[in-house]
């Protein structure tokens, strides 16, 4: 039988055993609460982090959405404009075609009608850089056209009033067989020597009247300034035109 002395000894041996397991279990239990409480922090964390990636990444991927939309937008009107300049350019090129063929026209108009003469042959008048011959000598109309073209001219074609007007200081008061005749197949319908349709004409008042229906040749009245049907028989003055290039 134990005494007393053991007796409290193995009580308190068992007390602190027994202690011992109650703070062990303590222990363990405080150990994993905090464990648990550290796990759940963590994983809060890791959440926020990945939702502020997400956010990150959806801000980004807008920016970059609405910068693609702009580029997008940009090089379609760059597109249109580069197409709109090419359509102007185009037409502007056709323009520039136009002028110059109107240019080369009124170039050739100019070089047929004009000659540019900067000199004229012996006997031949320069006006306006046209070569002129002035006959007084009387002849018929016919005889007349024949003459010029022995010259190498033409019975004189008067194209506009600038011509004609230059012409009436030479011809003062006189009068002179032109170029311009009835047709034989229309006697209403009046052609220049070279068979040219009349175009410009300068009849004087209550001209031309084919007086006796014999008047069928033109003349110039420098008097007048003005043109007169007259008999391609009478005999009066003539003036021709140069038709070579000078």
């Known amino acids: ?42 994983s809060l964390a890791l959440v926020a982090v990945l939702m502020i990636i997400f956010v990150i990444l959806a801000i980004l991927t807008g920016v970059l959405f609405g910068h693609y939309a702009t580029m997008v937008d940009e090089l379609t009107v760059i597109k249109y404009n580069v197409s709109y300049s090419k359509s102007d350019t185009s037409d502007l090129w056709k323009a520039v075609d136009n002028i110059m063929g109107d240019m080369s026209k009124i170039k050739t108009k100019v070089d047929t009608t004009s000659q540019s003469c900067s000199s004229c042959p012996p006997g031949w008048k320069l006006i306006r ?21 022995a010259l190498n001219g033409v019975l004189l074609i008067i194209n506009d009033q600038y ?33 040219t349709p ?9 001209e031309p009247n084919n007086d006796h229906d014999e008047e069928h040749c ?29």
């Not at 053991?6 to 222990?27: G, V």
């Not at 028989?233 to 021709?240: A, L």
Request: a negative charge.
């Open 163 to 195: 011509e004609m007007n230059a012409l009436l200081p030479t011809i003062g008061k006189g009068r002179y067989w032109i170029g311009l005749k009835r047709s034989s197949e229309d006697t209403d319908v009046w052609v220049w020597a070279d068979e």
């Open 218 to 246: 033109a003349e110039i009245l420098g008097g007048v300034e003005a043109w007169n049907d007259r008999n391609c028989k009478h005999r009066i003055g003539y003036i021709c035109k140069g038709v070579w290039t000078c």
């Open 129 to 149: 850089n046209v070569c002129y011959y002035f006959k007084f000598s009387l002849e018929t109309w016919e005889k007349s056209r024949e003459k010029c073209a």
């Open 198 to 206: 009349l175009k410009f004409s300068a009849w004087n008042e209550g």
């Open 1 to 42: 039988m134990k005494n007393s002395y053991e007796q409290s000894l193995s009580d308190s041996t068992t007390d602190l055993d027994n202690s011992s397991s109650f703070f062990q279990e303590r222990f363990s239990s405080e150990a994993g609460i905090s464990r648990k409480g550290n796990h759940g922090w963590l």
